[in-house]
């Protein structure tokens, strides 16, 4: 995580702060804020910026910053050298979200889980769950490998059981098993889930969703992902086509509850789209497999 530091920053503003200007549930993003003789990246409201400029103005009130921006008290005013660099406009690559990483756990981390944990790693804290113990012990010893397509070694937590992950918080649980296993891989993770978790099914086959409303009341959503990709062994997973993009949409909960997955898998490289019934995505998959099979 980026250390942070607080500090007030005065400059003329509209009345009222970012957070009363921020709409509910919208997090915070990352914008430059000059301050005197240097600097600073700002946790500013998106809607804020949107109605008073990309350049960042910020209400007088305390913010968050990055300490590594804040000169030394006593070393004088900075240098253009010294300066951090600012950002020559606001690009979706140059602006992005700072709230706290979204804890996710993927449930079967063979190909189309492994793929999805690789690139998902890239931006939340993602574990692993998968029986296959030399796969769990090739992903901690080198980090999940994916080949093909894009070419990675991520690091990140491996468990080859329920009992062996413990009692964790996150913010979606993703089974990605085969559909005969849904059931026993929901039931063996249960005990170690803290808080509500979205859980989401993106497998092939149908009635996944519904066998996970039957056992929880927890929000479940469900999808369809069009990427392909192959299992190559303990810690390796190659990345075949980038298919069409993914679908999303709630089985029980609203589309805005689980919005920010979407968008989490879009921005790691895994285009999404979140809708309020995917079931013809998904039916359409179905019968495509059923076909070629």
């Not at 999940?144 to 990675?152: I, Q």
């Amino acid at each position: 995580m980026r250390t942070l530091a607080a500090a007030r920053i005065a400059r003329p503003q509209p009345q009222g702060s970012a957070d009363e200007h921020r709409l509910p549930g919208e997090p915070f993003i990352l914008s430059d804020c000059a301050h005197g003789s240097f600097s600073v990246r700002t946790l500013v409201s998106a809607n804020i910026l949107d109605r008073y400029g990309r350049r960042g103005s910020c209400a007088r009130r305390d913010l968050l910053i990055n300490s590594r921006h804040l000169p030394d008290r006593d070393a004088g005013p900075m240098t253009n050298a010294a300066r951090p660099a600012r950002h020559k406009g606001y690009h979706a690559a140059e602006v992005f979200r700072v709230a706290e990483r979204r804890r996710i756990l993927i449930v079967g981390a063979g190909a189309i889980g492994g793929l999805y944990a690789a690139y998902l790693a890239k931006i939340a804290d993602v574990a692993v769950l998968d029986t296959n113990r030399a796969h769990v012990d090739a992903i901690r010893k080198d980090g999940l490998k994916l080949r093909g397509r894009t070419a990675s070694a991520t690091k990140l937590a491996a468990f080859a059981s329920a009992a062996e992950m413990g009692k964790r918080r996150f913010d979606a649980a993703i089974i990605l098993v085969k559909s005969q296993a849904t059931g026993a891989a929901f039931e063996s993770i249960r005990p170690g889930l803290e808080g509500r978790p979205l859980l989401v099914t993106l497998q092939n086959g149908m009635g996944n969703e519904e066998l996970l409303m039957g056992l929880t009341d927890l929000e479940v959503a469900h999808g369809v992902s069009f990427e392909a990709a192959r299992y190559d062994g303990p810690g390796c997973v190659h990345h075949l086509v980038h298919g069409e993009d993914s679908w999303l949409g709630p089985a029980r909960g609203k589309v805005e509850s689980i919005a920010w997955l979407g968008e989490l898998m879009t921005r790691s490289g895994l285009p999404t789209k979140v809708v309020a019934d995917p079931r013809g995505a998904i039916w359409g998959k179905f019968i495509f497999n059923s076909v070629m099979n």
